[in-house]
């Protein structure tokens, strides 16, 4: 069975083999518009590279304003030991209501009470992870789902500047323009604190509602305008998202300059309404321990800190 993806520079269909030789590198060219890429196979997954950055071994993402990408990327084994350490934080109720184990918590029951019924042809359900980054999030996939990493930063995915480069994703996919997969793909696709930074939004969800399979799920974060910490910062005069004492930063304009895009609770599932999900599920974020973030999402959840939803293609 081959992986099909499509040219972000022109859509045209590209075909890898599933059975690549491992520790192998290969160069193609689209049919089509001969935009080069490259795959790389590894020992359990393999690297797809739309940008040809690997090759360059260089990183022209600009992050947070900088000239150049600053991100320092962090080992597999630290990001393991950092998960765990949290895990036990969380256990214990000392962590606060973190983006990590409330999609965690709900995908346990969405895994057993809506995928699993409808995956009758024997195939591995599909998972994309939007902005993977190092792959955090990839570990909340059940073991038998193959999972797709999407980036456009190799320096954020560890295949720059790294010494363990394989991805915690079975397939990692580096790509600048049009997002490189079919349509009805996946199950679920995971975009978390993308868009905000987007320039237009609605067609970025709109292309991510055309890879979901009909019933597929959508979970999707962003930082909320109306936050306590943006609140304070107004009335106080300040606009730049700094609370004084609480030292949170919400807005923080004009020196983040990498937000472009601003959601309420109320507004992002108005958002998704319009384009054809159903909100199955919200969450309202706030920075402090659990027990006490449950009874301000409780009272106060417009004024949480980050937004959080479960949406499913209609």
Same mark, same amino acid.
């Given at each position: 069975?081959?992986?099909?993806?499509?040219?972000?520079?022109?859509?045209?269909?590209?075909?890898?083999?599933?059975?690549?030789?491992?520790?192998?590198?290969?160069?193609?060219?689209?049919?089509?518009?001969?935009?080069?890429?490259?795959?790389?196979?590894?020992?359990?997954?393999?690297?797809?590279?739309?940008?040809?950055?690997?090759?360059?071994?260089?990183?022209?993402?600009?992050?947070?304003?900088?000239?150049?990408?600053?991100?320092?990327?962090?080992?597999?084994?630290? !990001? +393991? =030991? *950092?998960?765990?350490?949290?895990?036990?934080?969380?256990? %214990?109720?000392?962590?606060? &209501? #973190? /983006?990590?184990?409330?999609?965690?918590?709900?995908?346990?029951?969405?895994?057993?009470?809506?995928?699993?019924?409808?995956?009758?042809?024997?195939?591995?359900?599909?998972?994309?992870?939007?902005?993977?980054?190092?792959?955090?999030?990839?570990?909340?996939?059940?073991?038998?789902?193959?999972?797709?990493?999407?980036?456009?930063?190799?320096?954020?995915?560890?295949?720059?500047?790294?010494?363990?480069?394989?991805?915690?994703?079975?397939?990692?996919?580096?790509?600048?323009?049009?997002?490189?997969?079919?349509?009805?793909?996946?199950?679920?696709?995971?975009?978390?604190?993308?868009?905000?930074?987007?320039?237009?939004?609605?067609?970025?969800?709109?292309?991510?509602?055309? !890879? +979901? =399979? *009909?019933?597929?799920?959508?979970?999707?974060?962003?930082? %909320?305008?109306?936050?306590? &910490? #943006? /609140?304070?910062?107004?009335?106080?005069?300040?606009?730049?998202?700094?609370?004084?004492?609480?030292?949170?930063?919400?807005?923080?304009?004009?020196?983040?300059?990498?937000?472009?895009?601003?959601?309420?609770?109320?507004?992002?599932?108005?958002?998704?309404?319009?384009?054809?999900?159903?909100?199955?599920?919200?969450?309202?974020?706030?920075?402090?321990?659990?027990?006490?973030?449950?009874?301000?999402?409780?009272?106060?959840?417009?004024?949480?800190?980050?937004?959080?939803?479960?949406?499913?293609?209609?």
């Amino acid at each position: 069975m081959k992986e099909i993806f499509r040219c972000p520079k022109c859509s045209n269909l590209i075909e890898i083999p599933k059975k690549l030789e491992q520790e192998s590198e290969y160069s193609k060219k689209c049919d089509n518009c001969e935009n080069p890429y490259t795959i790389i196979k590894l020992e359990h997954n393999y690297i797809v590279d739309f940008k040809n950055a690997l090759n360059s071994g260089k990183c022209e993402c600009i992050r947070e304003g900088h000239r150049e990408c600053n991100f320092e990327p962090v080992s597999r084994q630290k !990001l +393991l =030991k *950092k998960i765990e350490e949290r895990k036990s934080r969380y256990v %214990n109720h000392l962590l606060n &209501s #973190n /983006r990590y184990f409330e999609i965690n918590d709900f995908l346990k029951f969405f895994f057993q009470f809506k995928i699993k019924k409808r995956s009758t042809s024997g195939e591995n359900l599909k998972g994309l992870d939007v902005g993977c980054a190092q792959g955090e999030f990839a570990t909340l996939f059940p073991k038998d789902m193959k999972i797709y990493g999407l980036d456009i930063c190799p320096r954020k995915t560890r295949l720059i500047d790294s010494n363990d480069p394989e991805p915690f994703h079975d397939v990692l996919v580096l790509y600048d323009g049009t997002i490189p997969f079919t349509k009805n793909s996946f199950d679920i696709i995971l975009a978390l604190e993308i868009i905000e930074h987007l320039v237009n939004p609605r067609d970025f969800v709109l292309q991510l509602r055309d !890879l +979901l =399979k *009909k019933g597929g799920l959508l979970v999707i974060s962003t930082p %909320n305008l109306a936050s306590y &910490s #943006n /609140r304070i910062s107004l009335l106080l005069g300040r606009g730049d998202g700094r609370v004084p004492l609480l030292k949170r930063i919400g807005i923080e304009f004009p020196t983040q300059s990498m937000h472009l895009r601003f959601f309420t609770m109320r507004s992002l599932k108005t958002f998704l309404q319009g384009l054809r999900f159903e909100i199955i599920k919200e969450k309202a974020l706030f920075p402090f321990r659990r027990k006490i973030s449950r009874v301000l999402e409780t009272l106060a959840a417009g004024w949480c800190e980050d937004l959080l939803i479960f949406a499913q293609k209609r």
